[in-house]
C-alpha cells in the first residue's frame, strides 16, 4: 500500500490558484490551522463549509486528517463525487479506529486473573486478554452468524458469533457483551444464559473466550447493524454449519472453525430448558 502523501503535497496550489485564492482566505485566515482548514475545503470544493474544517485542523492531528483527504482525493469519481461527503465518512472511520486502537484492554494470567492493561495496539502473543461472545438462537433452533466487516484489521469478511468484544478496563465478561450487543446490533439483553469459558492459542493471540446464549423471535430486519462492525447477518442451521465449515473452513473465523462442534455441542445441550429471550 503507498504511503500516504503529505498533507503539504496534498494541499499544494499552483501559484495561479494561490494569486487567485489568497485575498479570498486571508480576511478568515489568522492561525496555521485556520490556513490548514481552509485549504483542505479549497482542495474539496466546499469553501461554504470552511468553518467545519478550520476546527477540525485546531482539534484533529495533521496525520489523521492526511489520510482522510488522501482517500476523498483518491477516491474514483465513478463511485460518488462529493469529495467533501467522502471525506467526513472516512475521517470518522480513522477517528474511530484510532480510538479503538487507543482502548486499555485487560490483561489476565493462565488463571484468568486480572494482572494488568495495555493499549489495544501494542497487544502480543505474550498477552493474555479476554473475548465475549454471544451466541443467538432462533425458535427453529437455528444460529445466528454475524460476517465481519471488511473493515476489521482481524479476519474480516469472514463468519462468526453473532456478538463478539474484547474486554476493556472497567469491563467484565457480562457487561461487555451487553454493551457489545447494543453497540453492533442494537439489541438490549439483561441476562444471557453462560455458557463456557476456555484459553484460546491460535493465530498469534492468546484469549480467555467467555460464551453467552440468547434465543430470540425477533426478525434480522430489525436488528441496527453496525456497518463498522458487521456487514451481514444470517440463520443458519447446526447440520449447514458443519457441512460449509468441511467444505471451506475459511469462510469463519479460525477460533470457531477449530472448534466448530464442540460450540455447537454445547450451544444445542438441553436447549430447550435453558432459554433466554429478547
Known sequence: MAKPKSIKDLLKNSQSEILQN????????KHDFQDLGYRIALKLNDLSHRSLYMRLSKTVPEPTLTKALSFALDYPLKYGNNRAKIFMWKLKEIRSLER??????ILVNE?????????RAELSHDDIYRVSSLWILNEKKEILLAKRSMRKSSFPGRWGPAVTGTNAFGETYLTNIIKEAKEE??????????????????????????????????DISTFKLNQ?????????????LSQLNSDDPSM??????????????????DQDSRISLI
Do not use: H
Not at 489568497?22 to 485566515?29: E, L, M, P
Not at 463498522?228 to 442451521?237: A, G, H, N, P, T
Open 185 to 218: 446490533l442494537g439489541l438490549s439483553i439483561k441476562s444471557p444464559i453462560e455458557l463456557s469459558k476456555r484459553l484460546v492459542d491460535a493465530n498469534s493471540k492468546r484469549y480467555f473466550s467467555k460464551k453467552f446464549m440468547i434465543t430470540t423471535s425477533k
Open 22 to 29: 489568497i485575498s479570498k482566505s486571508a480576511k478568515y485566515v
Open 111 to 119: 488463571k484468568d486473573e486480572e494482572i494488568g492493561t495495555k493499549r
Open 100 to 105: 479503538e486502537e487507543d482502548e486499555q484492554i
Open 228 to 240: 463498522s462492525e458487521v456487514s451481514e447477518l444470517k440463520w443458519f442451521s447446526r447440520e449447514k
Open 252 to 269: 469463519f473465523i479460525p477460533a470457531f472453525s477449530s472448534n466448530i462442534e464442540n460450540i455447537l455441542k454445547e450451544i444445542f445441550k
